[in-house]
Structure formats: structure tokens, C-alpha cells
């Protein structure tokens, strides 16, 4: 396995800080560094911007992404274990890395990124990785502040995330992802890569910002998505009765067959509805 810098070994980084993962936040660190220096690829070119990363851990994926020209990379960690071989990184990079202690869930991204074209690009843990992504991808103001967005998730979450209709893991996020994003599924990683290994496949995911989506409100895209995902197995004339009303109505003005299942109906069809319904709040 080649050294990307001279720094310690990550095993013996974890070992000298007593970096053992935790479960409960959601930790699986990754040790192979040409895995580490592939993720940070992907997210090439790196040199003219900063890159987010959430989650560093005991710092792989970070000193890929600084070994490979990160201009500046700032890492979120909640753990405060990991925040000394964290500053270890800093100190080898000339300050190039800036570490945050805290929890990302509750950290503005905007405000860290200031003026700076953002890239974010991490290992996200499996516990909020989701919650995280669908934080980026459905702020009220668009274009967002983050330019591309290269994550690793759960291999089944990754395949929700670029699902078309008509298969099995399309979905509301599925749907979400699609309405504001081009997303791409790029590589997968065995879990023998990771300590502790996890008990699923993890893969690696690309997206890039639509710069004009489709006009919809986040909100009602996000109840109707809801209600029609949430009984998958329904016809929508079924499903969507929870949204109040008639339901024939509403996916007749929509343009939508009421004998049609939620997995059948593209992006496209979900804002029509969506923006059907927000008349008939109105």
C-alpha cells in the first residue's frame, strides 16, 4: 500500500491515539489509502477550492484530500478523541486543514464556507449520513453554497439515492436527489477496508447541482412524496388520501393515473403533484 505523505501508518495513528470505533457515532474508519486517494479523485480538481469533510476520524480520507491539492479542507468531528491526530495532519499540511469540534448536524455549513467554492467529501457516518445529505440538497435558496457532493453511504442507501422508476429502490429520496441533483453511483468498497469492517458494502457517490431545477415547493414535494412512498403498495388514489381532499382530483389536474403506484411516477410527474397540491392549499 504506498504512503501518500509521511506520516504514520493510520493503524498505528489509531493505536497511538486509542482510536477503537465507536457504534454509537456511527464509526467504520477506512484504512486503505489508495481507497482514501480514489474518493479523493473523484471529487478532482480540489486545488482552487476548500473541501468539507465530515467526520475525519483518525484522518485518511483527509490526508488523501490534502495530498491531492485540497486548497484548504475543513473536517467536523465530534469526536474529541480523534481531534490530536487531527492536529497532527494540520501541523504536517502548514495549516492547510482546519478542524471543528462538534456535531455537523448543528453546524451552519454556509457560514464556514464564506466566499469559497465548496466541495463537501466524506465517509459519512451511517447514523446521520442520510439526514446530512438531504440537509444540502434541500435548502430553500438555490443554487446551494456546495458545488459537487462526493459521499460514501450504505451501499442500499447509495442505490436509493440514484434510483430511477420502476425499481425497487426508488423512492422518496430517490425522488429528492433527482429533483435538484445528477447523482452517480461510482465504486463500491468491501467491507474488509474498513476497522471495524461494517456488515454491509459501502459505495461511493457523485452528485452536482441542477442549476435549474424544476419549479416546486421543498415542503409539499416533501409531503406528497411522503405520503405516496409511505404506501408504496397502494394505488395513489389510496395513498395520497392522507394529504386530505380527493385524490382523484388532485392527480387528475396532476396528469397522473389514480390506478398508478409511486414507484411508476418519475420526478417530473411528483413536482406536477406537488405543485398541484400547493393550489389547492392556496
Known amino acids: 500500500m504506498p504512503q501518500i505523505d509521511d506520516l504514520p501508518p493510520l493503524r498505528e495513528v489509531i493505536a497511538n491515539h486509542s482510536l477503537d470505533a465507536r457504534k454509537s457515532l456511527g464509526q467504520n474508519f477506512l484504512l486503505d489509502l489508495n481507497l ?15 473541501v468539507l469533510e465530515i467526520g475525519p476520524g483518525p484522518g485518511g480520507l483527509t490526508r488523501a484530500l490534502l495530498a491531492a491539492g485540497a ?17 497532527e495532519i494540520s501541523a504536517h499540511y502548514d495549516g492547510r486543514l482546519e478542524v471543528i469540534e462538534g456535531d455537523a448536524l448543528k453546524i451552519d455549513p454556509v457560514a464556514l464556507a464564506g466566499s469559497d467554492k465548496i466541495k463537501i467529501v466524506a465517509n459519512l457516518p451511517y447514523n446521520v449520513g442520510t439526514q446530512l445529505l438531504l440537509n444540502w440538497i434541500t435548502p430553500d435558496n438555490w443554487p446551494p453554497f456546495w458545488s459537487s457532493l462526493t459521499l460514501m453511504f450504505q451501499k442500499e442507501v447509495g442505490a436509493r439515492i440514484v434510483a430511477r422508476p420502476g425499481s425497487k429502490a426508488y423512492g422518496r429520496l430517490s425522488v429528492l436527489a433527482g429533483w435538484r441533483t445528477e447523482s452517480n453511483m461510482l465504486f463500491d468498497l468491501n467491507p474488509k477496508a474498513f476497522t471495524p469492517p461494517p456488515k454491509v458494502t459501502s459505495t461511493v457517490i457523485h452528485m452536482t447541482p441542477l442549476s435549474e431545477p424544476l419549479h416546486c415547493s421543498r415542503k409539499n414535494l416533501e409531503r406528497v412524496t ?10 395513489l388514489r389510496a395513498s395520497l388520501k392522507s394529504l386530505g381532499g380527493p385524490a382523484d382530483d388532485l392527480l387528475e389536474r396532476a396528469g397522473l393515473e389514480p390506478t398508478a403506484r409511486a414507484e411508476e411516477i418519475d420526478v417530473e410527474g411528483f413536482v406536477r403533484l406537488a405543485n398541484c397540491f400547493s393550489e389547492g392549499l392556496g
Do not use: H
Not at 482514501?36 to 476548500?50: G, K, M, N, Y
Not at 411522503?226 to 394505488?235: E, I, P, T
Open 36 to 50: 482514501t486517494s480514489r474518493i479523493a479523485r473523484a471529487a478532482a480538481p480540489l486545488e482552487d477550492c476548500t
Open 71 to 87: 486548497k484548504r479542507v475543513i473536517a467536523i468531528e465530534k469526536d474529541t478523541r480523534c481531534l490530536p491526530a487531527l492536529a
Open 226 to 235: 411522503s405520503a405516496a412512498f409511505g404506501q408504496r403498495r397502494k394505488m
